[in-house]
């Protein structure tokens, strides 16, 4: 497996595994909700929060934004889809906060303005959504920048991940195993599915993009399936509007979900059987027999 820098840090099988916080559009458009979702990222121990970022008029039809749709923004989906987007000001707020917090930012760019966009912050990393991961062009954008791509393959088949694959740099490429579904049940992560990429790409790092509800998938995959980056939507609380938000990890949630994550390698220790020091005073009082 290739071993990926992001930043000061690394993605292999023998780091700590990767954590990104998937702010997404869970601020509602809110600098104050964001920059509040960025400090809970990184008091509960994540490594990189991610937004998402759109050219509107590229990304959705004049008809798509003309429809009708009530929101907190206005009445059409065009006012919606406007009022979740933050401008070159809120970003580099959001630059400069994430700098003083020492924490890692990038985005999910869904066109190229966006990715021109993003490369003003020098973001640490880019992030192909699942649903952008078939656009050639979009590819080839964030290919040229240099930087590491992480690339969920949510809603994808095996041949256009294989055709993404081949777009990317795979000394800077992760793949992560997703299920674009919001939230997934159980029935539906396919967790096994991680072992199949890890044979396919075996120099490419496998990591695990969750939209369920819960922490326990995610922990599985990197303890019983081995990835290596865990990404979750993550907001202030389940019942604010908006429609990720029923498949992101509250504030006690990311603080679990890092904590069980780190403390996989902790109780798996070394696999050598040793008589620990505590244990000595112990065998002297409860064996009775000791004939080997």
């Not at 929101?71 to 009022?83: F, I, Q």
């Not at 694959?165 to 997703?178: A, F, G, K, Q």
């Not at 890092?258 to 009082?285: A, F, M, N, Q």
């Amino acid at each position: 497996m290739t071993v990926v820098k992001v930043g000061e840090k690394f993605i292999s099988s023998n780091s700590p595994t990767y954590m990104i916080a998937e702010i997404g559009i869970n601020h509602n458009g809110d600098l104050s909700v964001a920059k509040k979702l960025i400090e809970e990222s990184k008091s509960a121990g994540f490594d990189a929060v991610k937004f998402q970022k759109r050219t509107i008029e590229i990304v959705y039809s004049p008809d798509e934004l003309a429809k009708e749709r009530p929101n907190h923004y206005g009445k059409t989906n065009g006012d919606l889809k406007r009022g979740l987007e933050f401008d070159a000001t809120s970003y580099g707020e959001i630059d400069r906060f994430c700098k003083s917090l020492d924490i890692h930012w990038f985005a999910s760019p869904w066109d190229v303005p966006s990715v021109e966009f993003l490369e003003r912050y020098d973001v640490t990393a880019h992030k192909v959504a699942s649903a952008c991961m078939t656009d050639r062009e979009l590819l080839r954008a964030l290919n040229a920048t240099g930087k590491t791509i992480f690339m969920s393959t949510g809603m994808s088949s095996l041949s256009q991940i294989d055709q993404a694959v081949r777009e990317i740099d795979n000394s800077r490429l992760v793949l992560m195993h997703t299920v674009s579904v919001y939230p997934a049940k159980p029935e539906q992560l396919n967790l096994s599915w991680i072992d199949t990429l890890k044979k396919r790409y075996p120099h490419i790092p496998i990591g695990y993009s969750g939209h369920e509800v819960g922490v326990s998938p995610s922990v599985i995959a990197v303890a019983k399936y081995g990835a290596v980056c865990v990404e979750r939507h993550v907001t202030l609380d389940r019942s604010m509007w908006g429609s990720d938000q029923s498949a992101s990890l509250e504030p006690d949630g990311m603080k679990r979900v890092v904590g069980y994550i780190r403390s996989i390698p902790v109780v798996s220790g070394s696999g050598e059987k040793r008589v620990l020091d505590e244990e000595v005073p112990i065998s002297t009082k409860l064996r009775r027999v000791t004939d080997f």
